[in-house]
Nanobody
């Protein structure tokens, strides 16, 4: 089983920034990819951004341009992934879930991000 420590969520005003971090541990399997998904009330869970162990990144169209300037990063030695979120909008409000891909997907417990004035 994989254990997660997620941090960095909270309340921020529109236009503000937050940095999420997620440390994953407990698996003897290598994490091919790590990243973040989000789920807003009444909506399905959706991709935000992922990064492979080789550094290849993938961003959702909804965040491209705001999060994409070197904004997801990964420390392979620590099995930790970071997401710097800039220019946040109210529609970014959601529970953000850390995801790691090994032989299957593993999910963190989620951290709430609220963008509101």
């Amino acid at each position: 089983q994989v254990q997660f420590v997620e941090s960095g969520g909270g309340l921020v005003q529109p236009g503000g920034s937050l940095r999420l971090s997620c440390a994953a541990s407990g698996s003897r399997f290598r994490f091919a990819a790590m990243g973040w998904y989000r789920q807003a009330p009444g909506k399905e869970r959706e991709l935000v951004a992922t990064v492979t162990s080789g550094g290849t990144t993938n961003y959702a169209d909804s965040v491209t341009g705001r999060f994409t300037i070197s904004n997801i990063s990964r420390d392979n030695a620590k099995n930790t992934v970071y997401l710097q979120m800039n220019s946040l909008k109210p529609e970014d409000t959601a529970v953000y879930y850390c995801n790691v891909k090994a032989f299957r997907d593993f999910w963190g417990q989620g951290t709430q991000v609220t963008v509101s004035s």
